[in-house]
C-alpha cells in the first residue's frame, strides 16, 4: 500500500491510499496510451514534467514501454527550467512525440512564434495533468504540424479517460473506473449535456472511492464511431473553481478573449484569480510596463469577454507565473 497525494491547488490536499493492483493498473493503461499514439515504440520521446532533477538523456523510453519493448531513446526535461532552455534541450533530441503539460506548451509557442522559429521532426504531442482547451489545441496543431492527443487523470485515481486515435472524443477507461457525469440535482446528464464528473475506482480496495466527486466538469459524448465500445466524453471543462461566479451567484465557465491581449498590451502570460463575488487579480508576465491607456483598455476586454464588471486588480510577475506544487497551472481560479 502506497500513499499519494494531490496537489492541493484549492488549499485542501487529498491523501489516498493505493495498492500495487492500482500501480499495474496505471502501467497498462500507460502502455495502451502509447500504442493508441505511437506508430512504434522505436521513434524519439521527449517528456516535460515536474520534479525531474536528474533531468536528461535516457537509452529508452523507461517501464512500462521498455519492459516488452526495444524502444527508441527518451528524454527527460524539468518543468522548472527557463522555456527557451526546454526549446534548446528539445531541438537537440529531436523528438517525434512531445509529452507536455498544456500551460508549458502555450509557454513553448509563444516563444516560438516570438522567435520565428519551429520544433523540426516533432510529428506529436501529448498533452497531460491540466485541462485542454479548443483553443490550445487548435493553434499547436497549425503551429507545430503535429497531432495532438490528450488524456484526462488525476493523481486519486490514475487515468481516467484517453483520447481516441481516431478522433477528438475521449474513451473513459471502463476497467478501472465508472465515470458519471451529472447534473446540479445528482441526475444523470444525457449525451452533449454538461455536468460534474463522478468517478467509482473499481480496484482500490485499500481506499475505496465510490462516486468521488473529483471537481471536474466534463460533457457526455456520443458512441464513438472506431468501434472500442467504450463510454465517451466528448470535452473536458475543467475544476469547478475554474468557473467565474457573479455577485448574483450565477456561474460560467470564462471566455477571457486571450487572442486579444497581444493587439492591446505586450503581454506573455495571465491568470486570473477572483478573490471576491466582485474582484479578480490579473496576473501578468508582460515584455514592459504597461501604460496606463493599455490597462484601461484591457479592463475594457477583460469587462466584455467576463460578462460582468469585475473589479481587476493588476498584478505584475517577472519571468513566468508561479505553478502550482507538481508543476501544474490554471489559467482561471476561483477562491473562494
Given at each position: 500500500v502506497t500513499k499519494v497525494n494531490t496537489s492541493g491547488s484549492t488549499g485542501e490536499p487529498v491523501i489516498v491510499w493505493r495498492t500495487a493492483i492500482n500501480r499495474l493498473h496505471w502501467l497498462a493503461l500507460t502502455l495502451r496510451y502509447h500504442f493508441w499514439t505511437e506508430p512504434d515504440f522505436a521513434?524519439?520521446?521527449?517528456?516535460?514534467?515536474?520534479?525531474?532533477?536528474?533531468?536528461?538523456?535516457?537509452?529508452?523510453?523507461?517501464?512500462?514501454?521498455?519492459?516488452?519493448?526495444?524502444?527508441?531513446?527518451?528524454?527527460?526535461?524539468?518543468?522548472?527550467?527557463?522555456?527557451?532552455?526546454?526549446?534548446?534541450?528539445?531541438?537537440a533530441f529531436r523528438p517525434g512525440s512531445l509529452i507536455v503539460y498544456p500551460s508549458n506548451l502555450a509557454a513553448i509557442l509563444d516563444v516560438l512564434d516570438e522567435e520565428?522559429?519551429?520544433?523540426?521532426?516533432?510529428?506529436?504531442?501529448?498533452?497531460?495533468?491540466?485541462?485542454?482547451?479548443?483553443?490550445?489545441?487548435?493553434?499547436?496543431?497549425?503551429?507545430?504540424?503535429?497531432?495532438?492527443?490528450?488524456?484526462?487523470?488525476?493523481?486519486?485515481?490514475?487515468?481516467i479517460a484517453l483520447q481516441c486515435p481516431e478522433g477528438d472524443l475521449y474513451h473513459v477507461m471502463s476497467e478501472t473506473v465508472i465515470v458519471e457525469i451529472v447534473d446540479d440535482e445528482g441526475k444523470p446528464c444525457r449525451q452533449g449535456e454538461s455536468g460534474a464528473v463522478l468517478v467509482t475506482d473499481l480496484h482500490n480496495h485499500a481506499m475505496p472511492m465510490i462516486r468521488y466527486r473529483i471537481g471536474d466538469y466534463a460533457e457526455v459524448g456520443p458512441p464513438c464511431p472506431c468501434g472500442r465500445g467504450l463510454?465517451?466524453?466528448?470535452?473536458?471543462?475543467?475544476?469547478?473553481?475554474?468557473?467565474?461566479?457573479?455577485?448574483?451567484?450565477?456561474?460560467?465557465?470564462?471566455?477571457?478573449g486571450y487572442k486579444r491581449y497581444r493587439e492591446i498590451a505586450p503581454i506573455l502570460q495571465y491568470q486570473m484569480r477572483q478573490h471576491e463575488p466582485d474582484r479578480i487579480e490579473v496576473r501578468l508576465v508582460v515584455?514592459?510596463?504597461?501604460?496606463?491607456?493599455?490597462?484601461?483598455?484591457?479592463?475594457?476586454?477583460?469587462?466584455?469577454?467576463?460578462?460582468?464588471?469585475?473589479?481587476?486588480?493588476?498584478?505584475?510577475?517577472?519571468?513566468?507565473?508561479?505553478?502550482?506544487?507538481?508543476?501544474?497551472?490554471?489559467?482561471?481560479?476561483?477562491?473562494?
Open positions: 521513434g524519439r520521446i521527449c517528456a516535460i514534467r515536474p520534479n525531474m532533477k536528474d533531468y536528461g538523456e535516457d537509452k529508452d523510453w523507461g517501464a512500462p514501454a521498455a519492459l516488452f519493448f526495444r524502444t527508441g531513446p527518451g528524454l527527460r526535461i524539468d518543468i522548472e527550467l527557463d522555456v527557451r532552455r526546454q526549446i534548446e534541450m528539445i531541438r520565428g522559429s519551429d520544433l523540426p521532426g516533432l510529428e506529436r504531442l501529448r498533452t497531460i495533468g491540466e485541462t485542454l482547451s479548443p483553443g490550445l489545441r487548435d493553434r499547436a496543431e497549425r503551429r507545430l504540424g503535429a497531432r495532438l492527443f490528450d488524456c484526462y487523470s488525476s493523481e486519486e485515481l490514475g487515468y463510454p465517451t466524453l466528448r470535452a473536458i471543462l475543467g475544476r469547478e473553481r475554474n468557473m467565474i461566479v457573479r455577485p448574483d451567484g450565477t456561474r460560467h465557465w470564462p471566455l477571457t515584455e514592459r510596463p504597461l501604460t496606463p491607456d493599455e490597462e484601461a483598455a484591457l479592463t475594457v476586454w477583460l469587462h466584455e469577454k467576463l460578462r460582468y464588471s469585475f473589479r481587476l486588480d493588476f498584478t505584475y510577475f517577472e519571468g513566468r507565473l508561479p505553478t502550482g506544487p507538481i508543476g501544474k497551472f490554471e489559467e482561471v481560479m476561483r477562491l473562494f
